[in-house]
């Protein structure tokens, strides 16, 4: 059985910054892209940021020189490390991981981000 643990969310305050983590377990760790994801309250989910099974990395351009995307994975890991944070960054952040071939596509269960003063 696929999981994906996300933790590290929480309130911070405008100007701050938290390191997101996804656990995953019972997959191919390193034969999948990892990305980050978020949904803010009535709004359509979002991307944040990717990194390939190589490691080659993608951000949105909302997130670009504020996040950084690491993966460990001896630890099966992938972090979410965010700076600056704004208040339009609340949202729930969302863990996925994709690997083409054979396709299979799963999705943590969100881990809270608030910002606020």
């Known amino acids: 059985q696929v999981q994906l643990v996300e933790s590290g969310g929480g309130l911070v305050q405008p100007g701050g910054s938290l390191r997101l983590s996804c656990a995953a377990s019972?997959?191919?760790?390193?034969?999948?892209?990892m990305s980050w994801y978020r949904q803010a309250p009535g709004k359509e989910r979002e991307f944040v940021a990717l990194i390939g099974s190589a490691g080659s990395t993608n951000y949105a351009d909302s997130m670009k020189g504020r996040a950084t995307i690491s993966r460990d994975n001896a630890k099966n890991t992938v972090y979410l490390q965010m700076n600056s944070l704004k208040p339009e960054d609340t949202a729930v952040y969302y863990c996925?991981?994709?690997?083409?071939?054979?396709?299979?596509?799963?999705w943590g269960q969100g881990t809270q981000v608030t910002v606020s003063s």
């Open positions: 996925y991981a994709r690997r083409s071939w054979p396709l299979s596509t799963y």
């Open positions: 019972g997959l191919t760790f390193s034969s999948y892209a």
